[in-house]
């Protein structure tokens, strides 16, 4: 026999298919006839007690598999009206239960009867037996999916046995076995009288399964019908379907999809069994005519169908909701229709993701439920032309009582917008009114907030509103609102390029009614309305009275203009000098009005000068002056009269920060740049984009920090710590220091470049000692700061006591001051400060006799010994220069002790 054909089952070869004789005289038994007899009588006994499926492949796996040394057993039906195979029984060795490639048989997949070894058994009409080697030699198209599957799993030969069950339904037994001496010829005829005993029994069991499927239905039917009678809305069907449709097991997602026959459109409706996918898989333009019309080529008749979404694909003019389909996964789809009397109402959809799967098993009982959904569609368009009625008259009334009361344009638009919007889809609306000079109509009122008002301007409405002059007179003249479909319209009046514009938006129709009462007609209303036929003619009767009552509130909101604009000419001169007297106010507040900042000696006010130069440009500015001068007070003031006020002004003291945290500080840091980096971090010059960045201190940056410095102030750009990303940045920069920066550019000690780029416009802070005149302004503003804090109601000062402070030189400057009142307050016993203990002014009594000399702590001497060490160093702790260096000690040593002996470092600050 050719090896590359299909086998014939009237040819007897030994390559490849041996033709099983029947005839025992030809065969030696390894059993005898008696024995045969006895266990065919055994297997009979115990089929009596098989009523299903699962127990029917319990009983192959637990009786025949040691008996004939199988390894898998498919028993496949043959169902002739669609000459397919459908595996309704299998044993597999539990290894290859789980495998994927034997899903398709686990699911009672099918495949055609017409493979070369299914219908070669039939033809045969007695067993036969396949080596798998010489099958995989047939031509590619002729051998079986499932002799390939079962070769790659070790399989050596198949045994089929025909079975007949009846006139409609055959099938056939595959044995398969991993040992190439299975099945021998004296076991064929006792397998093949087992194969009729399990035919029998299937049989019953299909027609257990065909009763009970039908018991199933009947009551699923009545249950549904049940719940149907009491639906009246498409929500309430909704849920309904999703309670009853979740118990039917043979389909993955349902749809209804509801016909708008003027429309010529479907609309997507109610129930997913699982996803919800599918509610929305036609809607806009994919419930258009192509998809109408699509859909109903699938009904020649009124009975369900089912259609595979492969060969629907191959079609023209695919709508877009069957791709969707493919895409979530669908293989197999079953329709019926759903009518309103005898006219289509709508489709029933039901999915299956099952290649092989066959919906017209169950066709009776889908076309029940079409029936049944006909029933609820009736219902439902009952109530909803009930609650649609209700519904406009409602909003009417409420539009009608709105409008009465309208005073300006807000309103009306706010009234439109709640009232109209609910009654019609309105994708714009336009009020055009009459001038009474020219005569010309110009828009008035249109919706911001549509698309259309956002994409068109109100010139492209202006004139070509009504297009022409006749169309004007044809709209003013008639006594109904006049409907448009817009590509129409705009065909015809091609003049008027804003009506394609609207049509390219989305836009179907359009509305023209005359504004006005009786014969007079002050202006036109038009309305866009995104969908064609969208008024029935209630409606379009409806707008009338809306169209009279918009052109009552138009006609009060230009008499209520008039009124305003009348008030205003009134006013205005009386406005004019309040204004320019304000003007004059916020001129002077503008120069002076940094309440932060106490002084009115010349000093300041040169201070003052230049602050108000600088603080509404862009310019870097470079604070200088002594400690305690207040230069973060006018960094402050700098920022709250800039443009940059809205935002937080960002503080950097880069003299308290240890030198290898500068730069993570200032930049930021990635999640794992360093150690102990856990977390990204946004620096400072982040955090101050689009506002003020101040840095204080900056003579005391490393010379490596003063690089990436310049950088970011020059390029406005950063690089985070361990990033590689470049960030762009808008930071104003306001810098302070109390050293004297050129004199550390020429000792190395900071960067020239950095020093001119940082030295735009210089703002040197007078000294306290430079600017005695502005002690009797400070005094009073610190005892009343510090009584508060302190809860002593102190608020005055000796003149002797004034005095004092005027003599002395304050090399601390106004924080010297301030400290220095707060601790008089402390000390004083009364309500007013008598005396100042100032440093280097004797305190001894009146009479010249000393006090009781008074001898330091060891502690003491030691904390005052730190705290001149630290003011020499301006409160650096480490690095070069540093206390702790100063005293050789550690800077966790000198840190320790800082703490236990309660120094603040506040007070060691610039």
């Given at each position: 026999m050719d090896s590359k054909k299909k086998p014939d089952p009237k040819t007897n070869t030994q390559s490849g298919v041996e033709l099983l004789a029947k005839d025992k005289g030809n065969t030696k038994d390894e059993l005898s006839f008696g024995s045969d007899r006895e266990v065919l009588l055994s297997i009979a006994k115990k089929l009596v007690y098989v009523r299903s499926r699962e127990s029917l492949e319990e009983f192959v796996g637990q009786n025949l598999k040691d008996l004939f040394g199988f390894s898998d057993m498919v028993f496949m039906l043959v169902f002739k009206q669609k000459a397919r195979l459908m595996a309704v029984i299998k044993y597999f060795e539990q290894e290859r239960v789980i495998r994927p490639e034997y899903l398709y048989l686990l699911k009672g997949g099918t495949c055609s009867s017409d493979d070369g070894i299914a219908d070669a058994t039939l033809k045969a009409g007695h067993p036969l037996v396949f080596?798998?080697?010489?099958?995989?030699?047939?031509?590619?198209?002729?051998?079986?999916?499932?002799?390939?599957?079962?070769?790659?799993?070790?399989?050596?030969?198949?045994?089929?046995?025909?079975?007949?069950?009846?006139?409609?339904?055959?099938?056939?037994?595959?044995?398969?076995?991993?040992?190439?001496?299975?099945?021998?010829?004296n076991r064929h005829e006792l397998l093949f009288s087992i194969g009729q005993q399990l035919s029998a029994v299937m049989l019953n069991i299909l027609a257990r399964e065909e009763i009970q499927k039908r018991d199933f239905e009947k009551e699923f039917l009545?249950?549904?019908?049940?719940?149907?009678?009491?639906?009246?809305?498409?929500?309430?069907?909704?849920?309904?379907?999703?309670?009853?449709?979740?118990?039917?097991?043979?389909?993955?997602?349902?749809?209804?999809?509801?016909?708008?026959?003027?429309?010529?459109?479907?609309?997507?409706?109610?129930?997913?069994?699982?996803?919800?996918?599918?509610?929305?898989?036609?809607?806009?333009?994919?419930?258009?005519?192509?998809?109408?019309?699509?859909?109903?080529?699938?009904?020649?008749?009124?009975?369900?169908?089912?259609?595979?979404?492969?060969?629907?694909?191959?079609?023209?003019?695919?709508?877009?909701?069957?791709?969707?389909w493919a895409e979530n996964g669908i293989k197999k789809v079953a329709a019926a229709k759903i009518f309103h009397v005898t006219e289509p109402a709508g489709i029933l959809f039901l999915f299956s993701k099952e290649t092989d799967f066959y919906f017209e098993h169950y066709f009776d009982l889908i076309a029940s439920m079409a029936y049944q959904l006909s029933a609820a569609a009736a219902n439902l368009h009952a109530a909803e032309q009930m609650q649609n009625r209700e519904k406009e008259k409602s909003i009417l009334l409420e539009l009608n009582s709105a409008m009465a009361s309208i005073r300006n344009k807000n309103d009306l638009q706010k009234v439109i917008n709640e009232k109209l919007k609910k009654l019609l889809p309105v994708g714009d609306l336009v009020a055009c009114v009459k001038d009474d000079q020219t005569g010309e109509y110009s828009p008035y009122l249109r919706d911001p907030d549509s698309v259309c008002s956002q994409e068109m301007n109100y010139t492209d409405i202006a004139l070509g509103c009504y297009i022409d002059k006749e169309f004007e007179r044809q709209v003013l003249r008639s006594s109904v609102p006049l409907v448009y479909d817009l590509e129409e319209l705009s065909d015809q009046k091609a003049e008027a390029s804003y009506l394609k514009k609207y049509?390219?938006?989305?836009?179907?129709?359009?509305?023209?009614?005359?504004?006005?009462?009786?014969?007079?007609?002050?202006?036109?209303?038009?309305?866009?309305?995104?969908?064609?036929?969208?008024?029935?003619?209630?409606?379009?009767?409806?707008?009338?009275?809306?169209?009279?009552?918009?052109?009552?509130?138009?006609?009060?909101?230009?008499?209520?203009?008039?009124?305003?604009?009348?008030?205003?000419?009134?006013?205005?001169?009386?406005?004019?000098?309040?204004?320019?007297?304000?003007?004059?106010?916020?001129?002077?507040?503008t120069t002076h009005n940094y309440s932060e900042i106490i002084g009115d000696?010349?000093?300041?006010?040169?201070?003052?000068?230049?602050?108000?130069?600088?603080?509404?440009?862009?310019?870097?500015?470079?604070?200088?002056?002594?400690?305690?001068?207040?230069?973060?007070?006018?960094?402050?003031?700098?920022?709250?009269?800039?443009?940059?006020?809205?935002?937080?002004?960002?503080?950097?003291?880069?003299?308290?920060?240890?030198?290898?945290?500068?730069?993570s500080e200032l930049f930021g840091h990635e999640k794992g740049s360093f150690t102990g980096a856990t977390d990204r971090r946004i620096g400072k010059f982040e955090l101050a984009n689009n506002s003020t960045l101040f840095l204080d201190e900056v003579g005391e940056l490393p010379l490596d920090l003063q690089v990436k410095l310049l950088r970011a102030i020059q390029e406005k750009e950063i690089e985070r710590v361990?990033?590689?990303?470049?960030?762009?940045?808008?930071?104003?920069?306001?810098?302070?220091?109390?050293?004297?920066l050129k004199k550390e550019v020429a000792a190395g000690n900071f960067r020239s470049d950095l020093y001119f780029r940082l030295d735009v416009f210089p703002i040197v802070l007078p000294p306290l000692r430079e600017r005695i005149d502005d002690i009797p302004f400070?005094?009073?503003?610190?005892?009343?700061?510090?009584?508060?804090?302190?809860?002593?109601?102190?608020?005055?000062?000796?003149?002797?006591?004034?005095?004092?402070?005027?003599?002395?030189?304050?090399?601390?400057?106004?924080?010297?001051?301030?400290?220095?009142?707060?601790?008089?307050i402390l000390l004083s016993n009364g309500n007013c400060i008598t005396h100042v203990n100032l440093p280097g002014i004797s305190d001894q009594p009146e009479g010249g006799e000393e006090g009781p000399l008074r001898i330091?702590?060891?502690?003491?001497?030691?904390?005052?010994?730190?705290?001149?060490?630290?003011?020499?160093?301006?409160?650096?702790?480490?690095?070069?220069?540093?206390?702790?260096?100063?005293?050789?000690?550690?800077?966790?040593?000198?840190?320790?002790?800082?703490?236990?002996?309660?120094?603040?470092?506040?007070?060691?600050?610039?």
């Open positions: 080596t798998m080697d010489e099958v995989l030699q047939w031509e590619a198209e002729n051998i079986p999916p499932y002799v390939t599957v079962f070769s790659e799993n070790k399989m050596k030969k198949l045994l089929t046995i025909p079975i007949a069950v009846d006139d409609q339904v055959s099938g056939v037994i595959y044995f398969y076995s991993k040992d190439s001496e299975a099945f021998p010829q009545l249950k549904l019908g049940n719940s149907l009678s009491g639906v009246r809305t498409k929500n309430d069907l909704a849920e309904t379907l999703d309670e009853h449709f979740h118990n039917l097991p043979f389909f993955s997602e349902a749809l209804i999809l509801w016909t708008d026959k003027e429309e010529q459109m479907f609309i997507p409706a109610t129930h997913d069994k699982s996803t919800g996918v599918f509610l929305s898989s036609v809607s806009g333009q994919d419930a258009s005519e192509k998809n109408y019309a699509f859909l109903n080529q699938l009904f020649p008749a009124g009975s369900p169908i089912e259609f595979s979404i492969k060969n629907a694909l191959l079609k023209k003019d695919i709508p877009e909701c069957v791709f969707r049509y390219k938006l989305g836009m179907r129709e359009a509305v023209y009614v005359a504004l006005g009462t009786g014969a007079v007609k002050t202006g036109i209303l038009i309305l866009i309305l995104n969908s064609r036929k969208s008024l029935t003619q209630n409606f379009i009767n409806l707008i009338s009275g809306i169209a009279a009552q918009l052109s009552i509130a138009i006609a009060n909101i230009i008499a209520n203009e008039k009124i305003e604009r009348q008030i205003e000419e009134i006013t205005r001169y009386k406005q004019q000098l309040e204004e320019e007297n304000l003007y004059l106010q916020e001129e002077i507040l000696s010349h000093a300041m006010h040169e201070v003052f000068r230049l602050v108000s130069q600088v603080s509404e440009s862009e310019s870097t500015v470079l604070i200088l002056g002594e400690t305690g001068t207040g230069k973060e007070l006018i960094a402050r003031a700098l920022h709250n009269t800039s443009k940059r006020k809205d935002k937080v002004m960002v503080k950097v003291n880069c003299a308290t920060l240890p030198s290898n945290l500068i730069e361990g990033g590689r990303t470049v960030i762009k940045t808008d930071v104003r920069i306001i810098a302070a220091t109390n050293r004297d400070l005094v009073p503003h610190f005892l009343q700061k510090h009584s508060k804090n302190t809860k002593k109601e102190i608020m005055k000062i000796s003149s002797m006591a004034l005095k004092q402070l005027m003599a002395y030189q304050w090399p601390g400057n106004v924080r010297e001051l301030e400290h220095m009142i707060e601790r008089s330091k702590t060891i502690e003491e001497n030691e904390r005052d010994h730190i705290v001149k060490v630290l003011k020499s160093c301006k409160g650096k702790i480490g690095g070069i220069g540093g206390a702790a260096q100063i005293l050789d000690l550690p800077i966790s040593t000198l840190n320790s002790r800082i703490k236990k002996l309660g120094i603040k470092k506040h007070y060691l600050k610039d």
